[in-house]
């Protein structure tokens, strides 16, 4: 069975991560009248280019080491996207409520008030918005393209932005409030009550070919900026 590598990303910073839905479509040409018919069946999958920056020895020799441990393609990298697109929580309340556009005085107050500067009878108002990870509604099977999400993250994620479920990696097309439409199609079935990864989605992947990971050493100390091809893995 194959192991499931994680970068260390502090240690191994990336200055590019980029992925692309790619697909296998069949085309016979164009006929006598010039039209031409091109079938296409469902075989989505991600392939990606994460590019690294020039590497430290201590990166260097983490790198040289994860490039021991894939053992060319028969192993899994499992990377971690940092999804600037969406709205996410890092860690830094205050932060995630400026970005959520929560004013420091409704932060202060402990709840948001109404648009006129009002709040109920008792002195109280809405609740601030919840910054955990956004959960699955209901069961999904494996296939479906649209998916309903509970939770402030998942009622705001933004089209464009990543998501991810069991390592799975999808991209929003659509959101009305909670009701998600993404890409590619559900790998595997979900139930309902399954954690969704909105601020740090995740993708299991192998490198496209055997030499994507060569850590390049330049006079015997630092490491050359390295660009890695990979894509994704379906092993679970």
Same mark, same amino acid.
């Given at each position: 069975?194959?192991?499931?590598?994680?970068?260390?990303?502090?240690?191994?910073?990336?200055?590019?991560?980029?992925?692309?839905?790619?697909? /296998? #479509?069949?085309?016979?040409?164009?006929?006598? !009248?010039?039209? =031409?018919?091109? @079938?296409?069946?469902?075989?989505?999958?991600? $392939?990606?280019?994460?590019?690294?920056?020039?590497?430290?020895?201590?990166?260097?020799?983490?790198?040289?080491?994860?490039?021991?441990?894939?053992?060319?393609?028969?192993?899994?990298?499992?990377?971690?996207?940092?999804?600037?697109?969406?709205?996410?929580?890092?860690?830094?309340?205050?932060?995630?409520?400026?970005?959520?556009?929560?004013?420091?005085?409704?932060?202060?107050?402990?709840?948001?008030?109404?648009?006129d500067g009002?709040?109920? /009878? #008792?002195?109280?108002?809405?609740a601030l918005? !919840?910054?955990? =990870?956004?959960? @699955?509604?209901?069961?999904?099977?494996?296939? $479906?393209?649209?998916?309903?999400?509970?939770?402030?993250?998942?009622?705001?994620?933004?089209?464009?932005?990543?998501?991810?479920?069991?390592?799975?990696l999808y991209?929003?097309?659509?959101?009305?409030?909670?009701?998600?439409?993404?890409?590619?199609?559900?790998?595997?079935?979900?139930?309902?009550?399954?954690?969704?990864?909105?601020?740090?989605?995740?993708?299991?992947?192998?490198?496209?070919?055997?030499?994507?990971?060569?850590?390049?050493?330049?006079?015997?100390?630092?490491?050359?900026?390295?660009?890695?091809?990979?894509?994704?893995?379906?092993?679970?």
């Amino acid at each position: 069975m194959a192991t499931v590598i994680d970068i260390d990303a502090d240690l191994l910073r990336r200055a590019h991560e980029n992925f692309w839905l790619d697909l /296998d #479509d069949v085309s016979y040409g164009a006929g006598v !009248d010039g039209r =031409e018919q091109v @079938v296409f069946t469902e075989n989505r999958r991600w $392939v990606g280019r994460l590019d690294f920056v020039r590497m430290r020895p201590a990166a260097l020799r983490y790198a040289v080491v994860i490039g021991d441990r894939l053992r060319g393609r028969a192993n899994i990298l499992r990377v971690t996207l940092r999804n600037h697109r969406a709205l996410r929580y890092l860690g830094d309340e205050a932060k995630f409520y400026s970005q959520a556009g929560i004013s420091d005085a409704d932060v202060a107050a402990g709840h948001i008030r109404f648009d006129d500067g009002t709040s109920f /009878d #008792d002195g109280t108002g809405f609740a601030l918005p !919840d910054y955990e =990870e956004p959960t @699955v509604v209901a069961d999904v099977d494996a296939g $479906v393209s649209e998916i309903c999400m509970r939770g402030y993250l998942g009622r705001n994620i933004a089209v464009g932005s990543f998501f991810s479920v069991n390592d799975f990696l999808y991209r929003v097309e659509a959101n009305a409030h909670g009701k998600i439409s993404f890409n590619p199609p559900l790998r595997q079935a979900v139930k309902a009550g399954a954690q969704v990864n909105v601020s740090y989605p995740t993708v299991q992947v192998r490198l496209q070919s055997q030499s994507d990971w060569r850590p390049f050493c330049e006079y015997f100390r630092n490491g050359q900026p390295m660009t890695v091809n990979v894509t994704e893995a379906f092993d679970r």
